[in-house]
């Protein structure tokens, strides 16, 4: 895998990722998103703990993870923001319809993607890598 671009995601496990992996990683998550937290919480439990539903690890929780065995990614947290925040959390196809989507956020989400793509891609170019940094 060359790369993974995490938008409000989360890992059951954070072992799967591996400190020698060559694979590039973007990670973008909303502070107060109550589906997928961006800490390590349960799947669906509004930032608690609930033992019949899996524990997860957010983006922050993988941030944390990634900076302690040295591997470079991008990370970027948006203060106060849910889930799928550049949709404004309505996806259907009847807020489609509505000219809903994309939200105000989403040509940010967008470009910090399409940043990410071009980089790296350059970066498997020229063999070298590009200014990368996790904020």
Request: proline share 3%; glycine share 10%.
């Amino acid at each position: 895998m060359k790369g993974v671009i995490a938008l409000w995601g989360g890992i059951s496990d954070l072992s799967i990722i591996k400190p020698d992996s060559q694979t590039e990683i973007l990670l973008i998550h909303g502070t107060k998103d109550q589906i997928i937290p961006i800490g390590n919480a349960s799947v669906f439990s509004f930032g608690k703990r609930i033992w019949f539903m899996p524990q997860i690890y957010g983006s922050a929780s993988i941030h944390e993870y990634l900076n302690e065995i040295g591997k470079t990614h991008d990370y970027y947290s948006y203060s106060g923001k849910g889930h799928a925040f550049h949709s404004d959390g309505r996806i259907s196809i009847r807020e489609l319809r509505r000219k809903r989507f994309p939200g105000k956020d989403w040509s940010s989400v967008y470009d910090l993607r399409l940043d990410f793509l071009l980089r790296h891609s350059r970066e498997k170019e020229s063999g070298r890598r590009i200014g990368a940094a996790a904020r």
